[in-house]
């Protein structure tokens, strides 16, 4: 009993110590990723450092942006919405990043299926001008697939 009840201990230590770590940097979420998995890491994090990680991302660092794939693998309910949500607020102020994380597969069965990233997926209020501001940034970006682009545009526009 008493070895099941230190080997519980044990597993539990690297959730408690990265909950216990700011999230502050890119590197250091990929890191932790990678050591625990996504879903571990998200299972570690309390509400406020998930809302930290989700704002780091909307801001449309590409750093940070490029951090949604991995994350996506783990991310389930509230995660995935929230990681949903924070890359559609990037992607009017950084398109060309959004567009190459999106997933290019038809359909929103996908965490970050273009459909979802770029069908306005606010739950409670749209940002003021959003959408003229996201069809413009995505109609003007550059480097990116255009048939991600295009289909992207067609998802803003029937939002």
């Not at 070895?3 to 044990?10: D, E, H, M, Q, V």
Request: charged share 20%.
């Amino acid at each position: 009993m008493t070895k099941y009840f230190l080997l519980g201990i044990a597993l539990s230590l690297p959730a408690i110590t990265l909950a216990a770590q700011p999230i502050t940097t890119p590197v250091q979420v990929a890191a932790a990723i990678e050591r625990e998995g996504a879903g571990h890491f998200f299972a570690s994090l309390d509400d406020q450092a998930s809302e930290q990680l989700f704002d780091k991302i909307e801001g449309g660092n590409a750093d940070w942006v490029a951090l949604a794939p991995k994350l996506a693998l783990g991310a389930d309910g509230a995660n995935a919405e929230g990681l949903v949500i924070a890359l559609a607020y990037a992607l009017p102020r950084n398109p060309s990043v959004v567009l190459k994380i999106v997933d290019p597969v038809e359909g929103d069965r996908h965490i970050l299926a273009i459909s979802r990233v770029c069908g306005i997926p606010f739950i409670e209020e749209v940002p003021k001008d959003y959408k003229v501001k996201a069809l413009r940034a995505v109609a003007s970006a550059k480097g990116v697939d255009t048939k991600i682009q295009s289909r992207c545009l067609e998802a803003l526009s029937k939002s």
